[in-house]
């Protein structure tokens, strides 16, 4: 996934509640970071139809190229003063979210890719914040008011639209529904990544908590690689390598960084009606880029799944509780 950084500064900012003044600076460093996030799945396709690379090489790539970026944020952490060490259980709490939650749910995202088109596994990934809202309710039992109930049937009737566009409009057979289960699958161990973090990052650090996971799902991919292909088999070239640093850099590190900027300056709930923007961006550059169509129903659905997003991050904060 890439969503990292900002995913825990969003979390913090909304624990806050504090509304801020929109800027036009803030405005533009969130709308430029929510852009550069969602170039995520072009770049993907871009390369496997350029160098025709596996999903799990691109992926290692990707977290090799924004290792050092990580390895500077612990640190940097390390580094502040009467920073506590984390105990037994935070440490096996935060290998598991950057394991199950962070490298499992970019693997799915990666092989999903190979068989759906762009928009599509942006509208089905946005359907994260849906999944966090129902594991919160039936496994920490926390209530599901009725704004949340009419966002989840509101998003989920979005996909139904869009997904029935795609299969009207395009050829598909069994890898178009295996690419679209590994995408969902994405969404949902995503969703418990960020469940977690919401229940962790107060008494580990934003920083420190992103970083330690970040490196630990690092560590799980590269492990990954490791037992699937020899490290003998890979040939590292001009195109690849480029498209490897575009995905760690302009899809994941730039934006995260831009978007903590972004939060600072115009506050968390203008930064999630901004970053609604992300399945839009990616439909057109899709469209632009890969050559994708744009079809009636992926507007319609997308307007429902982004208007289901809002009421879930408005409802949030009129509770008064993080947004998960």
Known sequence: MDHGLWTIDYKLSTVNNQIQKISLLGFLITLGGAIFFSTKAIFV??????????????????MLFSLPFYVVAVWLATRKDQVKPLTRRQWFLIMLMGIFGYYLSSLFDFIGLQYVSAGLERLILFLY????????TFYF?????RMQLIALVLTYIGIGIAYWGEIR????????????FMIFLCAITYSFYLVGTGRLVNSVGATRYTAYAMLTATAGIFIHY?????????????PLAAYGIALAIIATVLPSFMMSVGMKKIGSNNVAIITSIGPVSTILQAHFFLGESIITEQIIGTIFVIIGVLLIGWQSKVAGEPHQ
Do not use: C, M, W
């Open 45 to 62: 396709k871009l390369a496997f139809q350029e160098t025709k690379v596996n999903a799990l090489t691109l992926l290692s790539l990707r």
């Open 226 to 238: 490791l037992i699937e292909q020899p490290i003998t088999d890979f040939h590292l070239t001009t």
């Open 129 to 136: 914040p849906t999944f966090a809202v129902l594991i919160n």
């Open 169 to 180: 409009n395009a050829q598909y057979g069994p890898q178009f529904f295996y690419g679209s």
């Open 141 to 145: 039992k926390t209530k599901l008011g």
